[in-house]
């Protein structure tokens, strides 16, 4: 029968060396695993954080980037609209100028080419003679251009006689004629008074502006790019 020995000290000594050392190499390798996990638990969270940001980043830019998108294209819109309404007011008052000077031009007519006016007095109420077709009508004109206008009426009822066949009475109306500020013409009237022929010439003018106005403008400026259709 094996008897047991009682360890030496130095024995003992050596057991606990080992025993310490085995200990600490085992909390060793544990705070590396510690040290390792919380390592690459803290890169975890660092990158999600960092996408974190990054993608607040990226929403912030964006709704800037659109912000300073919108902002430039109202800008730019509105410069554009200010640019448009002066070039359109420009060109009104280039076409208003135009218009102008054609008044101006045609209230000469009568008093430089006596003549000229009388052919054209005839010739406005021939046309409300034809409109008309009454046997009775009464011509409206400026008191000044009396003996003209009824030159014109004579040479206007005697055309009509001719290419329609019969006579018609024409008088001039003393009591009611056109102001002698206006530029001439005369304005014809039948049915008994309730039908008026406008031939004066700011009527003429008046309609040859609303008439003549888009071949004006495409002459002087160019086809509407911007125009889709046409009458």
Not at 9 to 16: N, S, Y
Not at 40 to 68: G, H, M, N, P, W
């Amino acid at each position: 029968m094996s008897q047991s020995h009682a360890l030496s000290d130095d024995q003992v000594a050596g057991e606990l060396r080992k025993m310490t050392a085995f200990i600490r190499q085992e909390a060793l390798e544990k705070a590396r695993e510690i040290q390792l996990k919380a390592d690459e638990e803290f890169a975890i969270e660092k990158s999600k954080l960092v996408r974190q940001e990054t993608a607040a980043i990226d929403s912030l830019y964006e709704k800037k980037f659109k912000q300073a998108a919108m902002s430039q294209q109202i800008t730019r819109s509105t410069l554009a609209n200010r640019t448009r309404l002066r070039v359109l007011t420009a060109r009104q008052e280039l076409l208003d100028e135009l218009f102008e000077r054609a008044r101006q031009q045609i209230t000469g007519v009568a008093e430089t080419d006596a003549k000229k006016y009388e052919e054209v007095l005839k010739g406005l109420v021939l046309e409300g003679l034809y409109y008309l077709n009454e046997d009775k009508v009464t011509v409206r004109a400026r008191k000044k251009d009396s003996d003209v206008v009824n030159k014109a009426i004579e040479a206007a009822k005697t055309e009509f006689k001719d290419n329609v066949g019969r006579e018609v009475a024409v008088e001039v109306d003393e009591n009611d004629p056109l102001p002698d500020g206006s530029a001439g013409g005369v304005i014809i009237v039948g049915g008994n008074g309730k039908i008026d022929i406008n031939n004066t010439f700011e009527e003429r003018l008046r309609l040859l502006e609303i008439d003549a106005l888009p071949v004006v403008r495409e002459t002087l400026f160019g086809k509407n790019e911007n125009r889709k259709f046409y009458d």
